[in-house]
């Protein structure tokens, strides 16, 4: 099985920084597109910026410019640099690795993190 495990949110002022880290671990023969979700109190789950192991990136428009998205492939590590921030990037973020286990059958599955509470003052 796959582990994904995120780390870095807390409370933060408006115009203020937070770094996100993600690990997938376990029986991973490699891992894809790697990725960052955001869901508000009420709302549904959006993408937040996400990675392939290639390094193309797509990120949504209300981030573009304020945050960077890098991955570490040897570490199966995904990194969310959040500068900027406001009241309305309030959220939970989530992880989640796209991941192909070790084993005769090498299918893909998406793997999610527990998520991790990034809170903005105003």
């Known amino acids: 099985q796959v582990q994904v495990v995120e780390s870095g949110g807390g409370l933060v002022q408006a115009g203020g920084s937070l770094r996100l880290s993600c690990v997938a671990s376990g029986n991973i023969f490699s891992v894809n597109n790697m990725g960052w979700y955001r869901q508000a109190p009420g709302k549904q789950r959006d993408l937040v910026a996400r990675?392939?192991?290639?390094?193309?990136?797509d990120y949504a428009d209300s981030v573009k410019g304020r945050f960077t998205i890098s991955r570490e492939n040897a570490k199966n590590t995904v990194y969310l640099q959040m500068n900027s921030l406001k009241p309305e990037d309030t959220a939970v973020y989530y992880c989640v690795a796209s991941a192909v286990l070790a084993g005769p059958v090498l299918d893909e599955y998406d793997y999610w993190g527990q998520g991790t509470q990034v809170t903005v003052s105003s």
């Open positions: 990675i392939t192991r290639g390094g193309t990136i």
